[in-house]
């Protein structure tokens, strides 16, 4: 019985690792869940949340309401609210990711999970790297991304992303002391990636 969080460059693989280690735990696998739950806690729609969260302004909600009739807004989340807040994010971020640990028996993919876990006992937290030219294929393979931007769309995605963590977690967002491991895909096989998480995690399949 653990939990296990799983950071991950874009197109490294995390999601499809996650998948894996979490079925052949028998244990709930928390992504898109995560994200759905944050934007009804927040009382906004996802789209607007996904804003928020690639944006690397938080006055992307302002465009996002210029974007966008308040009547239209209002038609998908019930009321109202078109902006997303730094620290209302912030902390039902922290609450839903502590209340998804106490459950147990998880594998959270991203959203900052290690950083908001990383004094919990029985959690253990990995990052997923590989390099750029892996990347790119597994992208191109797996998403059907085209060649001719899929090093655009990467690199966009990675610049992004450290906003967000930074956002998050501050300077040391990046910190290799708050890993147990950090795994480049691109020199195992996911399976053996999953023996590697099972065995730090001293966990065995169900």
Same mark, same amino acid.
């Given at each position: 019985m653990a939990i296990i969080t799983i950071s991950k460059d874009y197109a490294s693989g995390g999601r499809k690792l996650g998948r894996l280690l979490a079925k052949r735990l028998g244990y709930h696998y928390v992504d898109k869940s995560l994200f759905q739950k944050i934007a009804e806690d927040l009382n906004v729609s996802e789209r607007t949340l996904e804003s928020f969260e690639k944006s690397r302004e938080y006055r992307i909600s302002n465009s996002f309401s210029k974007l966008f009739s308040q009547n239209y807004i209002q038609r998908i989340v019930g009321h109202d609210k078109s902006v997303v807040e730094e620290q209302e994010y912030q902390t039902?971020?922290? #609450?839903?990711?502590?209340?998804?640990? /106490?459950?147990?028996?998880?594998? *959270?993919?991203?959203? &900052?999970?290690?950083?908001?876990?990383?004094?919990?006992?029985?959690?253990?937290?990995?990052?997923?790297?590989?390099?750029?030219?892996?990347?790119?294929?597994?992208?191109?393979?797996?998403?059907?991304?085209?060649?001719?931007?899929?090093?655009?769309?990467?690199?966009?995605?990675?610049?992004?992303?450290?906003?967000?963590?930074?956002?998050?977690?501050?300077?040391?967002?990046?910190?290799?002391?708050?890993?147990?491991?950090?795994? #480049?895909?691109?020199?195992?096989?996911? /399976?053996?990636?999953?023996?590697? *998480?099972?065995?730090? &995690?001293?966990?065995?399949?169900?």
């Open positions: 039902s971020l922290r #609450n839903l990711i502590l209340k998804t640990a /106490e459950e147990d028996n998880v594998v *959270i993919i991203g959203r &900052a999970a290690y950083f908001f876990l990383k004094h919990m006992k029985n959690c253990y937290h990995f990052h997923l790297v590989a390099p750029m030219d892996w990347r790119k294929k597994y992208a191109m393979e797996e998403w059907n991304i085209p060649g001719n931007i899929v090093h655009e769309v990467i690199e966009r995605h990675d610049k992004n992303h450290r906003w967000f963590l930074r956002s998050i977690c501050g300077e040391c967002f990046n910190d290799p002391v708050l890993f147990h491991l950090t795994l #480049n895909i691109s020199r195992i096989s996911f /399976e053996k990636a999953v023996k590697i *998480i099972k065995w730090v &995690a001293n966990v065995k399949d169900s």
